[in-house]
């Protein structure tokens, strides 16, 4: 006799950015946009 056995896993996974140089890695997409953005404008006043 066989017995179906199922198994789920649950994975979280973090999101990064690579840029000049720098990795970026953020808990999410929506943190990571807006470290994006604060790089983003410290570049543009340097």
Known sequence: MRIHEEKRFKYKI???????DTTYISQDKKQMEKILKTVEEFSQIT
């Open 14 to 20: 973090n999101a990064f950015a690579y840029m000049d």
